[in-house]
Structure formats: C-alpha cells, structure tokens
Nanobody, 118 residues
Framework: VQLQASGGGLVQPGGSLRLSCAAS????????MTWYRQAPGKQRELVAG???????TYADSVKGRFTISRFNRENAVYLQMNSLKPDDTAVYYC?????????????WGQGTLVTVSS
C-alpha cells in the first residue's frame, strides 16, 4: 500500500487549497479513503472520509468548507479546502484502513503541511 499526499502549502486566512492523495498497491475503488490532520501538540483527528460508493463524512469543524472527492480511474482522492482558518494549520495525512488483501490496520501517507497564516 502506498499513499502519496501533496498540495499543502502556505495560504492566507480565507484562502483555498486542494490536497491530493495518489494511492497504489491495493483495490482503491472499493476502499474507504480518509483525510486526517495533526496540528502541533494535538492528537491526529479525522477531517473527512469517503467510501468506495461515494458516501462522505466530515468533522464538524470543516463541514461546509471542505469537500472530499475521489476519482477511481486515477486511484486518487482529493480534499478541497475553502475558507481556511488558522486553526486548520496542520499536517494532513491520507489514510486507508483494512485494504483488501493486506494486513488489517491503518495505512498512512507521509503527510503534507498546510499552514494558514497572514
């Protein structure tokens, strides 16, 4: 299982970023994909998830501002982040859990840093 996150950077409050996660090594189309984030000194938290069928879930703190999507043909999942706030500053991780054919557990990408600051 390989998960490669990209798209992070420095953005001003109110701005937007789009994160991408390229997945390989497992059956992506039927796997639930999730974005987590971890801010300095805080625990890792779920941001948004999307099932193979396209059902989505969001943390209350990002509802209405973030949108998770997937493109199965390219084994990719995206996180569109709008109206960014300084509290959104964190390292964002792509995740899949219990992928078919692999040992049960969480699999993580390397993370991409998002900094929201003026």
């Amino acid at each position: 299982v390989q998960l490669q996150a990209s798209g992070g950077g420095l953005v001003q409050p109110g701005g937007s970023l789009r994160l991408s996660c390229a997945a390989s090594g497992f059956i992506f189309s039927i796997s639930t994909m999730t974005w987590y984030r971890q801010a300095p000194g805080k625990q890792r938290e779920l941001v948004a998830g999307i099932t193979g069928g396209g059902s989505t879930t969001y943390a209350d703190s990002v509802k209405g501002r973030f949108t998770i999507s997937r493109f199965n043909r390219e084994n990719a999942v995206y996180l569109q982040m709008n109206s960014l706030k300084p509290d959104d500053t964190a390292v964002y991780y792509c995740n899949t859990k219990n992928p078919p054919g692999w040992a049960r557990g969480n699999y993580w990408g390397q993370g991409t840093l998002v900094t929201v600051s003026s």
